[in-house]
């Protein structure tokens, strides 16, 4: 009862790489700009066609804009989907300059703003969704960037760790970046993004979001996280200790266009 409430009434949930972590530590060792991570959630009006006429969007115009860019671009539907509907969108930019560019490109760019003029002049009392949400993160340092997995994934795990205060996220996400993403890997839980939510609500928090096949690949691979020996090690370690005080999660199926 206390997640479906969440789910409904929280303003995050309501609503070419594949490459292994440790090389990505090599990228944030030699400086690479860590990734700015962009997480939207869009709730879809009662419109007639109102999430068709978004995707349709979506693809003819946003996409191409981003892919100029080297945005990465993920789009996702609830597990088991809620009335109303919302959708989940995930846009990878790498590096700040490139977040910041892309904001002006949308009010300049000629090809994206023709491409987009059908979108764009949709009257408001047609309009496609209602509102929608946008969390900024700063991608971990052992995951500067956003992963697409070498598999296509049928399903995605997305959570939302809180903490008391700022110390004890900062040690959470150290806790991340010297053991736990490792471990993920090692029991098949592949990572898509690690972020601390830097503008949104829930602060001090971070959000991740992890892939499998399916559900049952999902449930095993958590029992192999749990039963782990390193993760015994770990979670004992006092420097960890009462860094997470409360959990939320959601599971999400990917869309057809959907780059991840």
Request: without cysteine; proline residues 6%.
């Given at each position: ?19 292994p972590v440790m090389a990505h530590a090599s990228n944030s060792e030699t400086n690479a ?71 002006k490109g949308l009010t300049e760019d000629s090809e994206y703003l023709a491409a987009s003029e059908a979108y764009l002049s949709i009257p408001p009392a047609q309009a496609v ?132």
């Amino acid at each position: 009862m206390k997640r479906r409430l969440f789910l409904k009434n929280s303003a995050l949930f309501t609503g070419a790489l594949s490459l292994p972590v440790m090389a990505h530590a090599s990228n944030s060792e030699t400086n690479a700009e860590k990734y700015l991570i962009e997480w939207r959630v869009y709730h879809i009006s009662r419109s007639p066609n109102a999430r068709q006429k978004l995707e349709k969007y979506f693809t003819e115009a946003l996409i191409p804009f981003l892919k100029k860019r080297n945005i990465k671009f993920g789009a996702f539907s609830e597990y088991g989907r809620n009335e109303p509907v919302s959708l989940y969108v995930l846009l990878g930019y790498p590096g700040r300059d490139t977040y910041f560019n892309s904001i002006k490109g949308l009010t300049e760019d000629s090809e994206y703003l023709a491409a987009s003029e059908a979108y764009l002049s949709i009257p408001p009392a047609q309009a496609v969704y209602t509102r929608y949400e946008t969390f900024l993160l700063d991608a971990f340092d052992k995951t500067p960037e956003v992963m697409i997995p070498g598999e296509k994934k049928g399903l995605f795990e997305l959570r939302l760790y809180e903490s008391a205060n700022e110390d004890a996220g900062k040690r959470k996400i150290a806790m991340f970046n010297n053991g736990e993403i490792e471990l993920f890997l090692k029991v098949g839980i592949n990572p898509v993004f690690f972020g601390k939510i830097l503008a949104g609500q829930h602060m001090p928090a971070l959000l991740y979001m992890v892939g499998f096949k399916d559900m049952a690949d999902r449930d095993a691979a958590w029992e192999k996280f749990s039963a782990h020996p390193d993760w015994a090690t770990m979670r004992e370690k006092p420097e960890y200790a009462d860094t997470v005080s409360n959990i939320q999660r959601i599971f999400l199926v990917p869309e057809p266009y959907s780059q991840i």
